[in-house]
């Protein structure tokens, strides 16, 4: 079973085919597959993001994990 993880974008690298995003207090690089732009959420799997969420649901997982 894998498990998605909502992150928020904070940079793009190599004209955005990777992102830097930011889960928690933890920042990691992953591979953009669907083209996230910097300040959207995410969620991110196995590293890659892989679809985008709202800010509303973001916050509600970051809630739920806490």
Sequence with gaps: MCLAIAAKVVE????????????GTVQREV?????????EFV???????????SEKEARETFEALK
């Design 43 to 53: 969620l991110v799997q196995q590293g890659f993001a892989v679809e985008k969420i």
């Design 12 to 23: 793009l690298k190599e004209n955005g085919k990777k992102v830097v995003v930011e889960q």
């Design 31 to 39: 591979l953009n597959m669907i083209k996230a732009k910097k300040g």
